[in-house]
Nanobody, 113 residues
Framework: QIQESGGGLVQAGGSRRLSCEAS????????IGWFRQAPGKKREGVSC????????YYADSVKGRFTISSDDAKNTVYLQMNSLKPEDTAVYFC????????WGQGTQVTVSS
């Protein structure tokens, strides 16, 4: 089960932290991360952690502003979003998996200008 939280309305330049609790997984064996989808646009990969080798990915559009981190004891991954821009407005989806990918329901982040 994938459960996101932390979305909401924030002003441009502000910060927000998203949480993703991934229950029922062997956390060390999966990749876990975030996609986002803005209205009328394709779903875009934002950031992920590959827990098998520790590698981390960030989309160019969020590098230097977003930070992904993992609390293995809580099976939870966080996405700290700083210096938010109106173009970051989207539904943010958490996913986890290895050979099969599981998705959360998404959490809306709205950045006002």
């Amino acid at each position: 089960q994938i459960q996101e939280s932390g979305g909401g309305l924030v002003q441009a330049g502000g910060s927000r932290r998203l949480s993703c609790e991934a229950s029922g997984f062997i956390f060390d064996d999966v990749s876990i991360g975030w996609f986002r989808q803005a209205p009328g646009k394709k779903r875009e990969g934002v950031s992920c952690i590959n827990n098998r080798d520790g590698s981390i990915y960030y989309a160019d559009s969020v590098k230097g502003r977003f930070t992904i981190s993992s609390d293995d004891a809580k099976n939870t991954v966080y996405l700290q979003m700083n210096s938010l821009k109106p173009e970051d407005t989207a539904v943010y989806f958490c996913y986890a998996g290895a050979s099969t990918t599981y998705w959360g329901q998404g959490t809306q982040v709205t950045v006002s200008s």
